[in-house]
């Protein structure tokens, strides 16, 4: 139990914040730190997880705010339901893509959620409606401002209730990534992320399990998009959908630690908050200089510590509570099984 | 018709071109460069310093852009892709070479951009604005330089690698590395000197460009994933693929413009090429054992 000693600090904390932060401006960045905490996590589903480097998913991003978007505008649907409407088509179009993408090996696939991602973006940009829905090309679409506006109505004029959700929202995609990790999908994942031509002669099927971590990983992505636009209230192309947002979603869960579950969420917190710092300090119009601390932090990370490893991992070290099974240790290395001898706990005498 | 098929042959050149470096780094060394476009990028801005601060010909850029990109290659290779690929050379998929390329092509874009600022910058000269009329088809004179040199360099790269003795120990190092180390041959040096050549391949493209696109830090992005479609077209490997695939690319691009409009032939590209990486993931020339 001594493991959730931090987690709940951390869950005590986060509940307090908006008690103490008075300042929208501050309590809007924590709000989108929280957002890309959340983001990042979810695309560990699929990326660290799997190990299936999609770099093109903000498209699940798009297609989730579009969706609540165009609901709430032409059939007055509740943004709530349209994100979960959102949710499911952004799963239906991770399944569809995935079902020819994941006979790919790594990097092909990688290339092909880029070039999906960039055709979804250029496509939204350039047409502007189909049928009698208007989509609004490159200049997005508003959602609507409504007065006296409710929770239900998923707006507020105080980031506050923002901050709760989004905070309700990372626990939910927390909690189903530490089940995942600790499920029988979790080891299946685990295996073909090592080594799918062995997990395929042990008999999974590698093709299924990609396909539902994608679907999941999708979904809860989806869901990101509908909260952003309803944080911002405008849904724009070359944003949701840009590889800005795919970038920092991959970038965050690299440094973080990829595959494990607190990882990301920990990158996030940390270079987010750096970021944003920085960019207080240094001027706010250079929109590029999170993205070379973040670049730099992915070339050191990778240069640095093992693989699959991120800056969680010391961390980890620090507080006692590094993990000695390998349950959580995904650094894809195959010669862990070869040094037997440290597996004392296999030694029953 | 004609006209744009000319077109379409003009600027595939240039992305065989681009293709070609891409191509080499995957072929010998099992890298997907995801900085290529980047470092086409850089390669151009060093061309526009060159003629604007040294105060060079376009072309004669070339006398820095290729050292310059040689060396970038050469060391990028050696401090930062060589030590990632030992380290997980006993991991099935080397996805960290892969985010370190990506992550490395993100911090050179934006740095650049804090370096160059947002503004395109472009260069003027002589023959900007001039086109040439060969029967019934007009072609700019910049692109039809464009197409000159890459068809020059092109020769040449072909020639380096089937006729010189580093050419054939950079062929040998891609066939069987392992085999190549027995026999004596400098493996990790050749490695960094491939990744040179490809990169210094990709500066003469770059050079290529100059005249008439304009320039800045993003526009790699776009020449990325065009390369990457047409060397995945062609065959991760293969140089003929590299080659024919980039004129196909040009040919497709162009002659698309018939039937939609312009903005939207890069979306037909890209999911024209998502359709075939599907039915034939190891591209036309390549091998099925790569994909």
Same mark, same amino acid.
Request: charged fraction near 10%; charge should be neutral; hydrophobic fraction near 55%.
């Given at each position: 139990?001594?493991?959730?000693?931090?987690?709940?600090?951390?869950?005590?904390?986060?509940?307090?914040?908006?008690?103490?932060?008075?300042?929208?401006?501050?309590?809007?960045?924590?709000?989108?730190?929280?957002?890309?905490?959340?983001?990042?996590?979810?695309?560990?589903?699929?990326?660290?997880?799997?190990?299936?480097?999609?770099?093109?998913?903000?498209?699940?991003?798009?297609?989730?705010?579009?969706?609540?978007?165009?609901?709430?505008?032409?059939?007055?649907?509740?943004?709530?339901?349209?994100?979960?409407?959102?949710?499911?088509?952004?799963?239906?179009?991770?399944?569809?893509?995935?079902?020819?993408?994941?006979?790919?090996?790594?990097?092909?696939?990688?290339?092909?959620?880029?070039?999906?991602?960039?055709?979804?973006?250029?496509?939204? +940009?350039? =047409?502007?409606?189909?049928?009698?829905?208007?989509? @609004?090309?490159?200049? #997005?679409?508003? *959602?609507? %401002? /409504?007065?006296?506006?409710?929770?239900?109505?998923?707006?507020?004029?105080?980031?506050?209730?923002?901050?709760?959700?989004?905070?309700?929202?990372?626990?939910?995609?927390?909690?189903?990534?530490?089940?995942?990790?600790?499920?029988?999908?979790?080891?299946?994942?685990?295996?073909?992320?090592?080594?799918?031509?062995?997990?395929?002669?042990?008999?999974?099927?590698?093709?299924?399990?990609?396909?539902?971590?994608?679907?999941?990983?999708?979904?809860?992505?989806?869901?990101?998009?509908?909260?952003?636009?309803?944080?911002?209230?405008?849904?724009?192309?070359?944003?949701?959908?840009?590889?800005?947002?795919?970038? +920092?979603? =991959?970038?965050?869960?690299?440094?973080?630690?990829? @595959?494990?579950?607190? #990882?990301?969420? *920990?990158? %996030? /917190?940390?270079?987010?908050?750096?970021?944003?710092?920085?960019?207080?300090?240094?001027?706010?119009?250079?929109?590029?200089?999170?993205?070379?601390?973040?670049?730099?932090?992915?070339?050191?990370?990778?240069?640095?510590?093992?693989?699959?490893?991120?800056?969680?991992?010391?961390?980890?070290?620090?507080?006692?509570?590094?993990?000695?099974?390998?349950?959580?240790?995904?650094?894809?290395?195959?010669?862990?099984?070869?040094?037997?001898?440290?597996?004392?706990?296999?030694?029953?005498? | 018709?004609?006209?744009?098929?000319?077109?379409?042959?003009?600027?595939?050149?240039?992305?065989?071109?681009?293709?070609?470096?891409?191509?080499?780094?995957?072929?010998?060394?099992?890298?997907?460069?995801?900085?290529?476009?980047?470092?086409?990028?850089?390669?151009?801005?060093?061309?526009?310093?060159?003629?604007?601060?040294?105060?060079?010909?376009?072309?004669?850029?070339?006398?820095?852009?290729?050292?310059?990109?040689?060396?970038?290659?050469?060391?990028?290779?050696?401090?930062?892709?060589?030590?990632?690929?030992?380290?997980?050379?006993?991991?099935?998929?080397?996805?960290?070479?892969?985010?370190?390329?990506?992550?490395?092509?993100?911090?050179?874009?934006?740095?650049?951009?804090?370096?160059?600022?947002?503004?395109?910058?472009?260069?003027?000269?002589?023959?900007?604005?001039?086109?040439?009329?060969?029967?019934?088809?007009?072609?700019?004179?910049?692109?039809?330089?464009?197409?000159?040199?890459?068809?020059?360099?092109?020769?040449?790269?072909?020639?380096?690698?089937?006729?010189?003795?580093?050419?054939?120990?950079?062929?040998?190092?891609?066939?069987?590395?392992?085999?190549?180390?027995?026999?004596?041959?400098?493996?990790?040096?050749?490695?960094?000197?491939?990744?040179?050549?490809?990169?210094?391949?990709?500066?003469?493209?770059?050079?290529?460009?100059?005249?008439?696109?304009?320039?800045?830090?993003?526009?790699?992005?776009?020449?990325?994933?065009?390369?990457?479609?047409?060397?995945?077209?062609?065959?991760?490997?293969?140089?003929?693929?590299?080659?024919?695939?980039?004129?196909?690319?040009?040919?497709?691009?162009?002659?698309?413009?018939?039937?939609?409009?312009?903005?939207?032939?890069?979306?037909?590209?890209?999911?024209?090429?998502?359709?075939?990486?599907?039915?034939?993931?190891?591209?036309?020339?390549?091998?099925?054992?790569?994909?």
């Amino acid at each position: 139990m001594k493991k959730f000693i931090p987690i709940g600090v951390l869950g005590l904390v986060s509940i307090l914040i908006p008690a103490f932060v008075d300042n929208q401006y501050i309590l809007h960045s924590i709000v989108m730190i929280l957002l890309y905490a959340y983001l990042s996590t979810s695309w560990n589903i699929v990326g660290g997880f799997a190990g299936q480097l999609s770099l093109g998913h903000s498209s699940f991003m798009a297609i989730g705010g579009y969706t609540s978007t165009l609901l709430a505008i032409h059939s007055g649907l509740s943004p709530w339901i349209g994100m979960l409407v959102g949710g499911c088509a952004a799963a239906f179009v991770a399944v569809l893509v995935g079902i020819p993408s994941f006979r790919l090996k790594g990097a092909y696939y990688s290339l092909a959620t880029i070039a999906f991602a960039e055709g979804l973006s250029m496509l939204l +940009q350039t =047409v502007k409606r189909i049928g009698p829905i208007d989509l @609004g090309g490159a200049e #997005g679409l508003r *959602v609507a %401002s /409504i007065p006296d506006a409710s929770i239900l109505d998923f707006q507020s004029l105080s980031k506050v209730p923002y901050y709760y959700i989004i905070l309700v929202f990372l626990a939910i995609v927390v909690f189903v990534s530490w089940y995942i990790d600790r499920s029988k999908l979790g080891y299946y994942l685990t295996a073909l992320k090592e080594d799918e031509d062995a997990a395929k002669a042990l008999g999974i099927n590698t093709q299924q399990v990609k396909l539902i971590a994608a679907g999941l990983s999708a979904f809860f992505t989806a869901l990101g998009g509908t909260f952003f636009v309803q944080l911002i209230r405008y849904v724009e192309p070359a944003t949701i959908a840009g590889i800005d947002l795919s970038t +920092q979603m =991959v970038f965050l869960a690299v440094v973080g630690g990829m @595959g494990t579950v607190f #990882g990301p969420l *920990v990158g %996030s /917190i940390v270079l987010t908050t750096l970021a944003t710092i920085t960019q207080i300090y240094f001027g706010g119009s250079s929109s590029g200089l999170h993205l070379i601390i973040y670049g730099t932090a992915v070339v050191a990370v990778i240069l640095f510590m093992p693989p699959g490893h991120g800056i969680i991992h010391p961390i980890l070290k620090m507080l006692g509570l590094a993990e000695k099974d390998g349950a959580n240790k995904s650094d894809g290395r195959l010669n862990e099984a070869a040094a037997p001898s440290s597996r004392k706990d296999l030694v029953r005498e | 018709m004609l006209s744009l098929l000319v077109q379409g042959i003009l600027i595939g050149s240039i992305y065989g071109l681009i293709a070609l470096g891409l191509t080499l780094i995957f072929g010998i060394m099992r890298v997907i460069n995801f900085a290529h476009g980047t470092l086409l990028m850089v390669s151009m801005y060093i061309a526009f310093l060159s003629v604007n601060t040294l105060g060079l010909s376009p072309y004669l850029t070339l006398i820095v852009v290729v050292p310059a990109m040689f060396g970038i290659g050469y060391l990028i290779n050696m401090a930062l892709i060589q030590p990632v690929l030992n380290k997980e050379s006993d991991v099935r998929e080397p996805i960290g070479a892969l985010v370190l390329t990506f992550g490395l092509s993100v911090l050179l874009e934006n740095v650049f951009l804090a370096v160059f600022g947002p503004n395109y910058h472009s260069i003027r000269t002589s023959f900007s604005n001039e086109t040439v009329q060969i029967g019934s088809v007009i072609m700019p004179v910049p692109k039809l330089y464009a197409f000159l040199l890459a068809s020059v360099v092109t020769v040449l790269f072909y020639l380096f690698l089937q006729k010189s003795e580093m050419g054939r120990v950079i062929r040998a190092v891609g066939q069987d590395r392992n085999t190549a180390l027995l026999m004596g041959v400098n493996v990790p040096f050749v490695f960094n000197v491939a990744f040179g050549i490809g990169l210094a391949v990709l500066g003469t493209a770059g050079v290529a460009l100059v005249p008439f696109y304009n320039i800045h830090p993003s526009i790699g992005n776009i020449f990325a994933i065009k390369a990457f479609v047409t060397v995945l077209l062609g065959g991760l490997g293969s140089i003929p693929g590299a080659i024919v695939g980039g004129l196909l690319i040009g040919i497709v691009e162009s002659v698309c413009t018939l039937w939609v409009p312009s903005t939207l032939s890069s979306v037909v590209v890209l999911y024209a090429f998502l359709i075939f990486l599907f039915i034939r993931p190891a591209g036309l020339f390549g091998s099925e054992h790569d994909a």
